[in-house]
């Protein structure tokens, strides 16, 4: 079977086409295909024109009417367009129906993402992911791929028995794939359980940093950790997870995880593709959401991470609220307006550093809140349960006497029963 998956060619000429629907307004339209800009440009292809079409009714053919169909397909050709970019999911009926009509490429803002996250994903989970989900998404899409539908083929094997279609062997080979990616990646998934258990035995509190994608979640990892997470200006720079140390102002240290971004009108099976990269938000202390200060749909972006956290199992989790690149917003009412509507919120700059100082005191004052205080006297050949106190906990006390060292420190939970047999003066 040739490999079916299209890639986006360099400098493809592109047309996006937006769809206005009753329950949308003109703002949330325009926000949306400026996004679909944007990932077409990640996607590599070059924007030449676009176009927003009120629906009150889908077509079943076409998606929009007809006669519009046929208007944007005229267009398309008197504009020398290669690929026809849809900002909604369409059929695989309807590709087949738009690329019949236009002569040239029709894909949605689904493929385009799906075509992002292949080009990116480096950790072998991602790309076992991504492999997953290319297959579902193009399994009833067969039809699409092939001219020679009706040339029956003879063969024997694996390609099938004699009269066989060539769709049918496709088709098996593709959901046999699927077969096949699902188990590996259950058995990747087994060893990244294995790898959180043992991390979590580790008495070390961590949070997941969450967000639309290029709100700036890995640069605030790389200023708070002094690492060097890739960072690039574009929709999903980071795919796999990344997990750093950092030291809060207390001492304590924090295991700081970065995720992959959200965006509007994410597929479902991307995010149950994603679920086991993003277990990270699940599982950890608490919550950093980051937003784009400076973005004019943010509070569209704020219910995107609310919706997908919801339905990854995080959405209880504790929040800190954090509005990165301030240094962008050049009226003063802009913060402002931000300020009432998100009045628990942190406003930093990863830029300039503006805010950091108040976003480490906030993560600390939620680690605070779960600190038991306890009163440990601790023999000194047991030097490295004091070592293990530094790192875990906030010391408020500390003095050595004879051949034992007297310590009040706030413990977090998980770390509680290492001390509990020094506690009150017991050895």
């Given at each position: 079977?040739?490999?079916?998956?299209?890639?986006?060619?360099?400098?493809?000429?592109?047309?996006?086409?937006?769809?206005?629907?009753?329950e949308?307004?003109?703002?949330d339209?325009?926000?949306?295909?400026?996004?679909?800009?944007?990932?077409?440009?990640?996607?590599?292809?070059?924007?030449?024109?676009?176009?927003?079409?009120?629906?009150?009714?889908?077509?079943?053919?076409?998606?929009?009417?007809?006669?519009?169909?046929?208007?944007?397909?005229?267009?398309?050709?008197?504009?020398?367009?290669?690929?026809?970019?849809?900002?909604?999911?369409?059929?695989?009926?309807?590709?087949?129906?738009?690329?019949?009509?236009?002569?040239?490429?029709?894909?949605?803002?689904?493929?385009?993402?799906?075509?992002?996250?292949?080009?990116?994903?480096?950790?072998?989970?991602?790309?076992?992911?991504?492999?997953?989900?290319?297959?579902?998404?193009l399994?009833?899409?067969?039809?699409?791929?092939w001219?020679?539908?009706?040339?029956?083929?003879?063969?024997?094997?694996?390609?099938?028995?004699?009269?066989?279609?060539?769709?049918?062997?496709?088709?098996?080979?593709?959901?046999?794939?699927?077969?096949?990616?699902?188990?590996?990646?259950?058995?990747?998934?087994?060893?990244?359980?294995?790898?959180?258990?043992?991390?979590?035995?580790?008495p070390?509190?961590?949070?997941?940093?969450?967000?639309?994608?290029?709100?700036?979640?890995?640069?605030?990892?790389?200023?708070?950790?002094?690492?060097?997470?890739?960072?690039?200006?574009?929709?999903?720079?980071?795919l796999?997870?990344?997990?750093?140390?950092?030291?809060?102002?207390?001492?304590?240290?924090?295991?700081?995880?970065?995720?992959?971004?959200?965006?509007?009108?994410?597929?479902?099976?991307?995010?149950?593709?994603?679920?086991?990269?993003?277990?990270?938000?699940?599982?950890?202390?608490?919550?950093?959401?980051?937003?784009?200060?400076?973005?004019p749909?943010?509070?569209?972006?704020?219910?995107?991470?609310?919706?997908?956290?919801?339905?990854?199992?995080?959405?209880?989790?504790?929040?800190?609220?954090?509005?990165?690149?301030?240094?962008?917003?050049?009226?003063?009412?802009m913060?402002?307006?931000?300020?009432?509507?998100?009045?628990?919120?942190?406003?930093?700059?990863t830029?300039?550093?503006?805010?950091?100082?108040?976003?480490?005191?906030?993560?600390?004052?939620?680690l605070?809140?779960?600190?038991?205080?306890?009163?440990?006297?601790?023999?000194?050949?047991?030097y490295?349960?004091?070592?293990?106190?530094?790192?875990?906990?906030?010391?408020?006390?500390?003095?050595?006497?004879?051949d034992?060292?007297?310590v009040?420190?706030?413990?977090?939970?998980?770390?509680?029963?290492?001390f509990?047999?020094y506690?009150?003066?017991?050895?």
């Amino acid at each position: 079977m040739i490999d079916l998956w299209e890639k986006a060619a360099r400098n493809e000429r592109a047309m996006l086409l937006g769809i206005k629907t009753k329950e949308q307004d003109d703002q949330d339209t325009e926000d949306l295909l400026v996004e679909l800009a944007e990932l077409t440009e990640t996607f590599g292809a070059r924007v030449i024109d676009r176009c927003v079409v009120r629906l009150d009714k889908p077509n079943p053919r076409y998606l929009i009417g007809n006669g519009k169909a046929s208007e944007i397909a005229r267009r398309c050709r008197q504009r020398q367009i290669d690929v026809l970019i849809f900002d909604d999911s369409l059929s695989p009926s309807q590709q087949r129906n738009w690329e019949k009509l236009a002569k040239l490429r029709v894909i949605d803002r689904q493929e385009v993402i799906l075509d992002i996250f292949c080009t990116r994903a480096s950790t072998q989970e991602a790309v076992l992911q991504i492999s997953l989900a290319q297959a579902e998404y193009l399994l009833p899409r067969l039809k699409r791929a092939w001219t020679h539908l009706s040339r029956q083929r003879g063969g024997v094997g694996l390609r099938g028995g004699e009269g066989e279609a060539q769709i049918e062997v496709d088709a098996r080979l593709v959901r046999d794939r699927i077969t096949k990616l699902r188990r590996d990646l259950v058995n990747v998934r087994k060893r990244r359980a294995e790898q959180r258990k043992k991390r979590q035995k580790k008495p070390v509190p961590n949070a997941a940093i969450v967000g639309y994608t290029n709100a700036g979640k890995s640069s605030l990892l790389n200023v708070l950790s002094d690492a060097d997470v890739f960072v690039e200006d574009k929709l999903f720079a980071t795919l796999d997870p990344t997990t750093r140390r950092i030291r809060l102002q207390n001492n304590q240290t924090l295991l700081l995880t970065d995720t992959v971004g959200f965006v509007r009108k994410l597929p479902h099976n991307l995010v149950e593709a994603f679920k086991s990269t993003l277990e990270e938000a699940t599982v950890g202390d608490f919550l950093v959401h980051v937003l784009d200060a400076s973005a004019p749909a943010v509070d569209e972006h704020v219910k995107t991470t609310e919706r997908v956290l919801e339905e990854i199992g995080a959405g209880c989790k504790e929040i800190i609220t954090v509005f990165n690149k301030v240094d962008l917003l050049t009226a003063p009412y802009m913060r402002a307006r931000l300020r009432r509507r998100y009045p628990d919120a942190v406003f930093i700059s990863t830029k300039t550093g503006k805010g950091l100082a108040d976003l480490m005191a906030r993560m600390r004052e939620i680690l605070d809140d779960n600190l038991e205080t306890m009163d440990l006297r601790i023999p000194q050949s047991k030097y490295d349960l004091v070592a293990l106190l530094h790192r875990t906990s906030h010391i408020l006390s500390e003095r050595y006497e004879d051949d034992a060292i007297y310590v009040r420190a706030a413990v977090p939970p998980d770390s509680r029963t290492n001390f509990q047999p020094y506690e009150d003066g017991e050895v």
